[in-house]
């Protein structure tokens, strides 16, 4: 599945981070995600900073959605992220008790007039930011233990660079481990090519397609692009390989 097919149909208790840099390029995703909710008529809560979530509606509505009509009729919640989660951190961690009663209980008033509902958070990108990443984590997999009572999907995005070698001392990997899909990139093709190219170059072409078969094969249970999933294969195994790759990917991709 591309990304676009997952933001516009991502499956109940789904759970999807996407990184990025480019600010509008994340209002893109977040409005493919948004407004195909709010057309089927699904509800959608948004938990954003304050100039992403003006940046969100902007793009609403050149998408032929008024996120003012949707916010009045109760369809569409906007909270700001850095007040909702204030509500439920204690000594520097999130609370079980207290997010669900914010979180969850939002989702459960949301879900008495629409019956499906589809969120989206930046909380644990704010906790990430600012070092707090084992708040991060737990925060994570406090949306995770939710989504066993509560059915909605969830869309997450991290201010990462998935090409910075230092995101693959561990970052990264966290980030996976508690989300069922991964967007690295709104162009899959493009990167899974630049990492073969580049495994290829830095490597014998048949060591390099031996290399990524075996990452092929050792894919975790998040859902990802086969470059990606390499990249994250050749980190854990064979590190300054993978730096060497991750420059020529970089590489080739900035010269695009």
Known sequence: MNPSELLRNPGAGDHIVQTYQDPALLADSVTEYLAAALRAGEAAIVIARPQHQRKFSAALARHGVSAQECLERGQLRLLDAEETLARFMADGMPQWKRFHQVVGG????VRLQYAKVRAYGEMVDLLWQRGSRD????????????GKLQTFSLFCAYFIDPLDSKAYDGALQCVCKVHSHLIPTRDYERLNEAVNEAATKVLEQPLAHILLSLAASHRTSTHMPPGQAALLWLSQNMPRTADKVLREVRASTTAQ
């Open 106 to 109: 939002l989702i459960a008033e």
């Open 135 to 146: 708040a991060a984590i737990r925060l994570e997999e406090y949306w995770n233990d939710l």
